[in-house]
């Protein structure tokens, strides 16, 4: 029997170095990401304590396009949509490792610098 090829893998590493403005654009995305799990999960409590039912991230989703149209929260809508429900899709695995007894449960995230 002929025996099969084996498999290269390979790893490379790569270093990004943004300008001093894609710098504060990638802070400000990173600082989204963080509000909008924070609020998410805030949401996802009360929501579970009010009628013991879990918010899907679709209906975080539809939320979180109100929450935009807000005057207190307009600054979401300049930055890009995907990564903001990429934070509610993450959260909503985390709910699912949790309740899955794989992880413990969602906390809150805090801001890393200041």
Not at 33 to 51: C, G, I, P
């Amino acid at each position: 029997m002929a025996s099969l090829p084996r498999s290269i893998e390979r790893a490379y590493r790569q270093r990004s170095l943004p300008s001093r403005e894609q710098a504060q654009r990638l802070l400000r995305l990173m600082g989204a990401r963080r509000f909008v799990w924070n609020w998410a999960l805030k949401r996802q409590e009360e929501h579970y304590a009010s009628t013991r039912k879990h918010l899907s991230w679709v209906a975080l989703s539809r939320e979180l396009t109100e929450a935009k149209r807000r005057p207190e929260t307009a600054w979401l809508a300049e930055l890009p949509r995907e990564p903001l429900v990429q934070s509610l899709r993450d959260l909503n695995a985390a709910w699912r490792q949790h309740f899955q007894q794989l992880a413990r449960r969602p906390r809150r995230k805090k801001s890393m610098g200041r």
